[in-house]
Each structure stands twice: as structure tokens, then as C-alpha cells.
Nanobody, 123 residues
Framework: QVQLVESGGGVVQAGGSLRLSCAAS????????MGWFRQAPGKEREFVAA????????RYTDSVKGRFTISRDDAKNTVYLEMNSLKPEDTAVYYC????????????????WGQGTQVTVSS
């Protein structure tokens, strides 16, 4: 089992920045592919970003490319999502995810999920 705990959410004005953190425990972090999903009110949950176990391969949904950056610190068992130039449409609950299997094409169904952290971007 893997436990994931997110932090760093909050309220920010459009154009601002936030950094989300996700601390993992329960399994060798260095073996896990990590990622982020989000769910906006009234919408389905969507993929945001993913990072391979070795930190080499990244994937982003088109709407965040150039604005969001996913990274990891294996010494701290933590994955980050740096979010810049935030827009009101980025408002959502952000979930940290993990799995031992990485994305196949544009599809990823991670096994482990955190509880989520709210990000609200005001216009």
C-alpha cells in the first residue's frame, strides 16, 4: 500500500503561482511513477501531469503545458506540482497519484490516490 498526503493548496489570484506537495509513504518511493489529477466542480476528474520513477519522462495535459511543472525529490519521498500563470479554469481539487505502471499513450489509471487539496483561482 501507498499513502499519499497532499498540501499546498489555497486561494490565489489569476496570474499567480502555487506549489503543491505530495508526501508518499508505505512503499519504496523511487519505484513509483507519480502524478496529479484534478476535478473541477461539476466536471469529471482529469489527468494533469505525470513523472516517471527515474524523473526522466514527463507528461502534461495540453491546457497546463508551459505553466505547470512536475518534479520529485526521492530523498524526501515527495512529488511537487509547480503551477504558474494560474487561470480561473485551473480551480479544482488536485489529487496526487502513484503507480508502478506508467502511462500508456494518453491513458493512466493509477492505483493510489491522495485525499486531494483545493486550489481556487480568483479572477
Amino acid at each position: 500500500q501507498v499513502q499519499l498526503v497532499e498540501s499546498g493548496g489555497g486561494v490565489v489570484q489569476a496570474g499567480g503561482s502555487l506549489r503543491l506537495s505530495c508526501a508518499a509513504s508505505g512503499r519504496a518511493f523511487s519505484n513509483l511513477h507519480m502524478g496529479w489529477f484534478r476535478q473541477a466542480p461539476g466536471k469529471e476528474r482529469e489527468f494533469v501531469a505525470a513523472l516517471s520513477w527515474n524523473g526522466i519522462t514527463t507528461r502534461y495535459t495540453d491546457s497546463v503545458k508551459g505553466r505547470f511543472t512536475i518534479s520529485r525529490d526521492d530523498a524526501k519521498n515527495t512529488v511537487y506540482l509547480e503551477m504558474n500563470s494560474l487561470k480561473p479554469e485551473d480551480t479544482a481539487v488536485y489529487y496526487c497519484t502513484a503507480d508502478t505502471t506508467f502511462m500508456r499513450g494518453s491513458i493512466w489509471s493509477p492505483s493510489y490516490w491522495g485525499q486531494g487539496t483545493q486550489v481556487t483561482v480568483s479572477s
